[in-house]
């Protein structure tokens, strides 16, 4: 028999330290064997990382997956696994890698399908609720509970729902609106709230329902398909009930007007829209879903039937808009958002029945066996005020990885005690399914590693990430970057590698309009500056003509935007006085270079950031260098070719 306190088991103390079984070996550096199957893994993992940017074949992947071993070992011989700022830092990863592995896999495919189809469908339901103090005792739920029951009932009796939650419910924000909580989809409630609204039917009274906020009574009033997310522009004029303008109305209804006469809603926008987050953009909003804009903006926008349509000027608390409909989006594909469901699904109150369903497969899986006499004869003797010293049966106890595990009255009296004195009619039930399903957890995690070797490679993973970090971090990133002696002596030494190109200074001018180009081209060639260009081009119209200035841009370098692109694209033969006209489809552009510098060697200012990057480069070589005399390969050649084909 082995007694094991649950509450001490350290995940952190045991840094992977796990045999490999029946393993064939690929290759060995120092003390360090590398399985065929842990190379599989990571490749298989990693291989399509940086593929189109960098693409590696088999044979390289296995030299970068040599040198990083050494790092490992080179670590390790530091004695870097030992201490314990790294023990803390993996034990925080291992305990966030451990949630996915211990569900229960067929809870969890449902409860995401669940979610997925809920995706779909909005839900706007009522609710009347009564909530629970923190820590609720027994009595306290009962009374609670009673109290529901008994509002309930007067709805059923022909009491009047929005009345009742008016006078009763003591969720304040939805009371004053009858219980009213408006449209809501997945994720937005707590998921027993959720699963009630949504499984409910129409008009239906549903409840009581328990959460984490204390009892509710439901009604549904609405379903309807989903709106999901939409991507919108708008014109806002400010007019509000703190800062009203008279003038708002009869303005937003002109614009409007020059809309449906043919004008650019984006130029419209840029002039007149007074919302300074949006204005530059041509009114365009980030992406959004239910919710997240008032409920008349939103109800406008979602209104609107097709791409590219604006609505009618409306109102809302801010003052008057015109929307205009970019995209509507519709819920994607399920494989396309089921990595971002499963997240938010482990973050959510509805992990907790996988978890649950994961337990009670342990419960049979582990043998779990429960002494209730020995459990009621300890609870007796606490509550009675007796000394527990000498109660030392089994309450419960299951097969561990070597021996059977048992937990006794002694182990339970010291987690009751502490928790009746905070709840005085504890149920001493609810401490023990506690008590069962920490131990039983601490188990599955104890033997996980031995039992899933796509766990333990991860974990693995993980703990040689932070061992090669933190010292490429000391050897070659904090070496090369803040050592300046360094920098200078390695500038010096390879400043033929840094050098500029030609290189150019002046504006670039777009402009939709024939007139105005030719304008511009001959103010600019007579030697006007830009600026004076803009204001007297710009005076009766602030959108006639744009500039964007650049300042010694590099020829022969990729291009950040189509200016750039121009600027740089123009031939020093095409330029006359400095500037060239070029016409496209969108309209004019002009080329104005004000400077034109020849090539020629960087300064260390220049180019530290490459000169940095360069000498880190530099620096990791000749660590490979020492690493790999130090810790030679013994390479299985055979093994290599056996499974080339799985590569």
């Known amino acids: 028999m082995k007694f094991i306190h649950v509450a001490k088991i350290s995940i952190a103390l045991l840094l992977l330290n796990i045999p490999e079984i029946q393993a064939q070996n690929l290759f060995t550096i120092g003390d360090k064997d590398v399985t065929t199957n842990e190379f599989l893994y990571v490749y298989g993992k990693n291989k399509d990382i940086g593929n189109q940017i960098d693409p590696k074949t088999a044979v390289e992947y296995l030299e970068l997956y040599v040198r990083f071993k050494r790092k490992v070992v080179q670590a390790e011989v530091e004695g870097r696994d030992t201490l314990e700022s790294f023990k803390n830092e993996f034990n925080n990863y291992y305990r966030q890698l451990l949630k996915p592995y211990l569900t229960d ?164 926008a840029r002039k007149y829209s007074e919302d300074q987050s949006s204005v530059s953009k041509g009114g365009e909003l980030p992406d959004f879903g239910l919710n997240k804009m008032l409920p008349e903006f939103e109800d406008a926008v979602y209104g609107i039937n097709e791409d590219g349509d604006y609505s009618k000027p409306f109102k809302t608390k801010l003052g008057w808009h015109i929307v205009k409909r970019l995209k509507k989006y519709q819920v994607p594909e399920f494989d396309r958002v089921k990595a971002e469901v499963t997240s938010k699904i482990r973050r959510d109150e509805r992990s907790s029945v996988s978890r649950k369903a994961f337990i009670s497969r342990l419960k049979n899986r582990y043998d779990l066996k429960v002494n209730n006499a020995s459990l009621e004869a300890v609870v007796k003797a606490i509550r009675k005020g007796k000394k527990v010293s000498k109660y030392k049966k089994t309450i419960f106890s299951f097969e561990g990885m070597t021996e059977r595990i048992t937990f006794n009255q002694l182990d339970f009296a010291e987690i009751f005690k502490k928790r009746l004195s905070r709840v005085p009619d504890l149920s001493e039930y609810l401490v023990l399914e506690s008590a069962i399903e920490n131990a039983l957890m601490k188990e599955a995690e104890l033997r996980l590693p031995n039992e899933n070797s796509e766990f333990k490679f991860l974990a693995q993973e993980y703990r040689e990430g932070i061992l090669v970090f933190d010292l490429t971090r000391e050897k070659v990133w904090d070496a090369a970057s803040k050592d300046s002696a360094i920098i200078m002596d390695f500038f010096i030494e390879n400043k033929d590698n840094y050098k500029w190109n030609a290189r150019r200074s002046g504006s670039v001018f777009n402009t939709s309009n024939t007139r105005v180009a030719k304008k511009a081209l001959a103010m600019l060639q007579r030697g006007i500056p830009g600026e004076k260009v803009l204001r007297v081009l710009n005076s009766k119209d602030p959108l006639a003509i744009s500039a964007q200035d650049f300042e010694k841009l590099e020829m022969g370098r990729n291009t950040s935007s189509l200016s750039q692109g121009r600027f740089l694209g123009v031939k020093d033969s095409e330029l006359i006085s400095g500037v060239a006209l070029i016409e496209h489809s969108e309209g004019f552009t002009l080329v104005h270079v004000i400077e034109s510098i020849a090539p020629g060697l960087k300064t260390l200012s220049d180019c530290r950031g490459q000169v940095i990057s360069d000498l880190q480069d530099f620096l990791e070589n000749e660590w490979d260098k020492e690493l790999m005399a130090s810790y030679p390969l013994i390479w299985n050649e055979s093994e290599w070719k056996r499974i080339q084909s799985q590569l």
Do not use: W
């Open 105 to 268: 896999k067929e809870i969890d495919d449902q409860i995401i399908a669940e979610a997925y189809d809920r995706l779909k469908l909005d839900v706007r339901a009522s609710h009347i609720m009564l909530d629970l103090p923190k820590d609720p005792s027994p009595s306290d739920t009962l009374r609670i509970f009673k109290k529901i029951m008994s509002l309930k009932g007067s709805v059923e009796n022909g009491e009047n729902f929005e009345d009742v939650a008016r006078l009763k419910s003591t969720d304040t924000y939805s009371a004053k609106n009858g219980g009213d909580l408006g449209y809501f989809t997945v994720f937005n409630m707590v998921y027993p709230f959720e699963n009630a609204s949504y499984n409910a039917t129409l008009g239906e009274l549903v409840g009581p329902i328990r959460t984490d906020y204390g009892y509710h009574i439901l009604k549904v009033t609405d379903k309807r398909d989903s709106r999901y997310r939409m991507s919108a522009a708008h014109i806002l004029l400010l007019d509000s009930k703190d800062q009203p303008k008279e003038t708002a109305k009869a303005k937003i209804n002109e614009i409007y007007n020059r809309l449906l006469a043919g004008e650019s809603f984006n130029m419209l």
